[in-house]
T-cell receptor, first 113, second 113 residues
Framework: GDSVTQMEGPVTLSEEAFLTINCTYT??????LFWYVQYPGEGLQLLLK?????DKGSNKGFEATYRKETTSFHLEKGSVQVSDSAVYFC????????????FGTGTKLQVIP | DGGITQSPKYLFRKEGQNVTLSCEQN?????MYWYRQDPGQGLRLIYY???????QKGDIAEGYSVSREKKESFPLTVTSAQKNPTAFYLC????????????FGSGTRLTVV
């Protein structure tokens, strides 16, 4: 079945550092890929998405590129802020018929001033 | 504005009691989902429903029940058979998952007292 693997956290960075959170997936066909963000005590919010190979999703300075050849969708940001501290979930939706979204286990990011 | 409303935000349950968590959406989404999140953990699917009057068990359905009498509403009952119900519960809905992923509510934190 479909699966998503994220790097273990927590990730601790200083403000203005470069962020990469790795995400790889296993799925048949051509899934859609998503990154969600969860702030403490809140629900998940869609951060960005990509629906086909080589698409780049971007939002709020975050970017991720759908790499079919490496089955990856790594999240990046050039300069993180304290307000980016949250848990980030990588997810996919399969390509065949009705498909539930499959989530990774989440990566906690802590940005220190 | 359209969205998903979960209530209450905090809920306390005594041993042996059933409690019901509310989830209402005005997005005209067909599918709705319930997830459980434990501290520092990912999301685990409890139940989901693709259409009115139909629902399926997820990965951890034991001790929970749901109904889907209206498109807008998908309440979750945590029964006394659920031995460890203390957790954060998230409701989500979707339309065209491959394009849009899920929209989440803000969650209900349930504590057994």
């Amino acid at each position: 079945g479909d699966s998503v693997t994220q790097m273990e956290g927590p990730v601790t960075l200083s403000e203005e550092a470069f962020l990469t959170i790795n995400c790889t997936y296993t799925a048949t066909g051509y899934p859609s890929l998503f990154w969600y963000v969860q702030y403490p005590g809140e629900g998940l919010q869609l951060l960005l998405k990509a629906t086909k190979a080589d698409d780049k999703g971007s939002n709020k300075g975050f970017e991720a590129t759908y790499r079919k050849e490496t089955t990856s969708f790594h999240l990046e940001k050039g300069s993180v802020q304290v307000s980016d501290s949250a848990v980030y979930f990588c997810a996919l939706s399969g390509s065949g018929g009705y498909q539930k979204v499959t989530f990774g286990t989440g990566t906690k990011l802590q940005v220190i001033p | 504005d359209g969205g998903i409303t979960q209530s209450p935000k905090y809920l306390f349950r005594k041993e042996g009691q059933n409690v019901t968590l509310s989830c209402e959406q005005n997005l005209n989404h067909d599918a709705m989902y319930w997830y459980r999140q434990d501290p520092g953990q990912g999301l685990r699917l409890i139940y989901y429903s693709q259409i009115v009057n139909d629902f399926q068990k997820g990965d951890i359905a034991e001790g929970y029940s749901v109904s889907r009498e209206k498109k807008e509403s998908f309440p979750l009952t945590v029964t006394s058979a659920q031995k460890n119900p203390t957790a954060f519960y998230l409701c989500a809905s979707s339309l065209q998952e491959r394009l849009n992923g899920y929209t989440f509510g803000s969650g209900t934190r349930l504590t057994v007292v």
